[in-house]
Nanobody, 125 residues
Framework: VQLQASGGGSVQPGGSLRLSCAAS????????MGWFRQAPGKEREIVAA????????YYADSMKGRFTISRDNARNTVYLQMNNLKPEDTASYYC???????????????????WGQGTLVTVFQ
């Protein structure tokens, strides 16, 4: 499975961005997917996750109400809509996919087997 993340950029506080993660490869469209982020000097952390069907989602507490994860399995693409961005959201954002089909919560980096390259989000004042 190959993952290609895009959509990062620079915005002012309160702004919005939509990240996309295009998946390709075997059964890529049915896997549980997640978005993680990593700020300089910090560990990679979960942002949001979505089940293969799209019927279940998970959000880290600080993202609830601001971020929305969704997927279009016909396009093999997962999205992360980010609204009301804050300076502390500045990080490289990574999409990831699981090899197995267990919906384990909370999602953690070790549970994901395939990773895309990061896309940088900068929220500046």
């Amino acid at each position: 499975v190959q993952l290609q993340a895009s959509g990062g950029g620079s915005v002012q506080p309160g702004g919005s961005l939509r990240l996309s993660c295009a998946a390709s490869g075997r059964t890529s469209g049915s896997r549980h997917m997640g978005w993680f982020r990593q700020a300089p000097g910090k560990e990679r952390e979960i942002v949001a996750a979505i089940s293969g069907s799209g019927g279940s989602t998970y959000y880290a507490d600080s993202m609830k109400g601001r971020f929305t994860i969704s997927r279009d399995n016909a396009r093999n693409t997962v999205y992360l809509q980010m609204n009301n961005l804050k300076p502390e959201d500045t990080a490289s954002y990574y999409c990831a996919a699981k090899k197995n089909y267990y919906w384990d919560l909370p999602p953690a980096t070790y549970m994901f087997d395939y990773w895309g390259q990061g896309t940088l989000v900068t929220v500046f004042q």
